[in-house]
């Protein structure tokens, strides 16, 4: 098993410019999430899904969609980047609770 | 939503030396709780996790916590370091909820570990 892959794993864009975020998973699990990593403020959470077809607001989740259209598949998007987005992202899975959730390797993006 | 502190951003420790590093919640209510650990430019892998059961949970790399329900802590410690030990530590903590909010981590602001030769 691959485990929770994400594509791309370095990005820079530009202010204003849109990309999307992808993460697949291959262990069948109903949850996934995404989250972005800053210095000294661990892990905050953007969006997340319970199951496909849904999603559900994070933490922080301005400036940032999402699809769930594929179980195996959560989409992160940015329509119009801003300097404030650059930051790690990481997706992460679960199959249920308890259990724990499983991330993937992290995107670095830069906005300029 | 749950609160987690982790008392100190940078811990340092010689090897060989006892690790311990500190992570409090805010629930009432105990939560699930996990240790993370993250190596430079990696993801996060789990260490341990408390659910239910015993208090003193084992896990990977010779590291355990003990919830203590009383002090709403989950501290992590390690015998002895060692240099592979060297990376960032974070404590997180999950609801007993149900439905959408079921399974969200709460994540304290990570422990950065330096192990000294």
């Known amino acids: 098993n691959a485990g929770v892959t994400q594509t791309p794993k370095f990005r820079v864009l530009k202010t204003g410019q849109s990309m999307t975020l992808l993460c697949a998973q291959d262990?069948?699990?109903?949850?996934m999430y995404w989250y972005r990593q800053d210095p000294g403020m661990g892990l905050r959470l953007i969006h997340y899904s319970v199951g496909e077809g849904t999603t559900a607001k994070g933490e922080v989740p301005d400036g940032y969609n999402v699809s769930r259209l594929k179980k195996q598949n959560f989409l992160l998007g940015l329509e119009s980047a801003a300097p404030s987005q650059t930051s790690v992202y990481f997706c992460?899975?679960?199959?249920?609770?308890?259990?724990?959730?499983?991330f993937g390797p992290g995107t670095r993006l830069t906005v300029t | 939503a749950q609160s987690v502190t982790q008392l100190g951003s940078h811990v340092s420790v010689s090897e060989g030396a006892l690790v311990l590093l500190r992570c409090n919640y805010s629930s009432s209510v105990p939560p699930y709780l996990f240790w993370y650990v993250q190596y430079p430019n990696q993801g996060l892998q789990l260490l341990l996790k408390?659910?239910?059961?015993?208090?003193l949970v084992k896990g990977i790399n010779g590291f355990e916590a003990e919830f203590k329900k009383s002090e709403t802590s989950f501290h992590l410690t390690k015998p002895s370091a060692h240099m592979s030990d060297a990376a960032e530590y974070f404590c997180?903590?999950?609801?007993?909820?149900?439905?959408?909010?079921?399974?969200?981590?709460?994540f304290g602001r990570g422990t950065q570990l330096t192990v000294w030769p």
């Open positions: 408390y659910t239910t059961g015993a208090t």
């Open positions: 997180a903590v999950s609801d007993r909820g149900r439905g959408s909010t079921l399974g969200r981590l709460y």
């Open positions: 262990m069948n699990h109903e949850y």
């Open positions: 992460a899975s679960m199959p249920g609770s308890p259990y724990e959730q499983y």
